[in-house]
């Protein structure tokens, strides 16, 4: 079973930047993609990134891509979200999740493990 567990969550000005992280367990870390959501006040939980367990590939939702990175480090079993010119439509709590498949996919129903998530606030 794989457990994960989020930080960096917090509130920044727009234009800011905050790093999000997610340490995971389980022997198989490598073999896992790893999955990025996100879920605003009233609004359905939206996907955001998604890598392969080898980091070797990457998508993100057309509302991120050039702002947000995902990545990994399996040596450390930890995902990333380096996040930047953030803006406040980007307030939302944001999920981590892990599918048993090493292959990124954006479909919530092929992941099988999530965090409890981490709350990011974008204000002036």
């Known amino acids: 079973q794989v457990q994960l567990v989020e930080s960096g969550g917090g509130l920044v000005q727009p234009g800011g930047s905050l790093r999000l992280s997610c340490v995971a367990s389980?022997?198989?870390?490598?073999?896992?993609?790893m999955g990025w959501f996100r879920q605003a006040p009233g609004k359905e939980r939206e996907f955001v990134a998604t890598?392969?367990?080898?980091?070797?590939?990457?998508r993100y939702a057309d509302s991120v891509k050039g702002r947000f990175t995902i990545s990994r480090d399996n040596a450390k079993n930890t995902a990333f979200l380096q996040m930047n010119s953030l803006k406040p439509e980007d307030t939302a709590v944001y999920y981590c999740?892990?599918?048993?498949?090493?292959?990124?996919?954006?479909?919530?129903?092929?992941?099988?493990?999530w965090g409890q998530g981490t709350p990011v606030t974008v204000s002036s």
């Open positions: 999740a892990a599918a048993p498949r090493a292959s990124s996919t954006l479909s919530p129903r092929m992941y099988d493990y």
């Open positions: 389980g022997r198989t870390f490598d073999r896992n993609a």
């Open positions: 890598i392969s367990g080898s980091g070797g590939s990457t």
